[in-house]
């Protein structure tokens, strides 16, 4: 993890499922030596209407999503972002499989070595009974603008692995994210 390309992924979508919904936001935050080097963020449009509860909840809108580029037009910057990095997120399957189905879509299949925050915060934190992001988040009053949006969510994961990296000692973390990962 210390020495590792990262890139810390988050994702807006129109509903639960890779294969009957799309992405309408992500954010990608590229690490390399343990600095963010870059960072992208773009609504996307679905090109499907947006349910209402999912605009309640990020506050994103039809209205901005008809003005935002498909998947399509975002995905050479995605791929640099990700390319060479072990993609990291909250519950990294729902994420990791969107982003698959989006490139799958514009064929352009992708694959990358994955890490959950989820399952290293429970590895980490087992005295804790919860490990979703609202729950780090009040864990260690991290401030957030807009939560439930993709970059300032993705932006938690990165000061998450800051604080996993003040707590414990370098070699327990490194084991602790080998073992995930592979």
Known sequence: ??????AIVDIETTGMSAVRNRIIEIAVIRVEKNK?????NSLINPEVSLPYFISYLTGITEDELDKAPVFGDVSKKVNK???GA??????????????????DHINNPFESKKCCTVRLSRCLYPEHRSHSLQ???SRYDFATK????????????WKFLQKI????????????????IG
Do not use: G
């Open 165 to 180: 990296k003040k707590e414990f000692p370098k070699e327990y973390v490194q084991e602790t994210w080998e073992r995930l």
């Open 86 to 103: 072990t993609f990291v997120a909250h519950n990294v399957w729902f994420d990791y499989s969107f982003i698959q189905s989006e490139m």
């Open 36 to 40: 963010i080097v870059d960072k992208f």
């Open 135 to 137: 729950s780090i988040i």
């Open 1 to 6: 993890m210390f020495n590792q390309n990262l």
């Open 81 to 83: 972002l990700l390319k």
């Open 146 to 157: 807009r939560r439930h949006r993709a970059y300032d969510d993705a932006f938690i994961l």
